[in-house]
């Protein structure tokens, strides 16, 4: 379900997919989709809108370096009884 003024109303989508969402919030934003991304941008755009007149653009993936969080031992120890409580961690 999509709504605002750039989004068709009434349209009906054919086969859209969960992992079409992201594509198409990042093109609806002006933001260039990832190559490794899956899924595609739906065609819910107005035509004449901007989203909809406007290429959708690829980019590579660029990995970016994260900072490691400081956090103490008993902080660590915590978080890792918790992810193993999910089963994130054997």
């Known amino acids: 379900m999509a709504a605002g ?4 109303a009434g349209g009906v989508l054919e086969k859209a997919e969960i992992i079409d969402i992201a594509p198409t919030v990042l093109h609806l934003m002006g933001l260039p989709i990832p190559e490794d991304m899956d899924g595609r941008v739906l ?3 107005e035509p004449g809108s ?14 970016e370096e ?3 969080l400081a ?3 008993s ?3 915590h978080m ?11």
Do not use: N
């Open 5 to 8: 003024p750039a989004i068709r």
């Open 43 to 45: 065609p819910v755009f």
């Open 50 to 63: 901007p989203p909809a007149a406007r290429p959708v653009e690829r980019a590579p993936y660029e990995e």
């Open 66 to 68: 994260i900072e490691e």
């Open 71 to 73: 956090m103490s031992e």
């Open 75 to 77: 902080e660590r120890q």
């Open 80 to 90: 890792r009884s918790v992810l193993q409580g999910f089963g994130y961690l054997g």
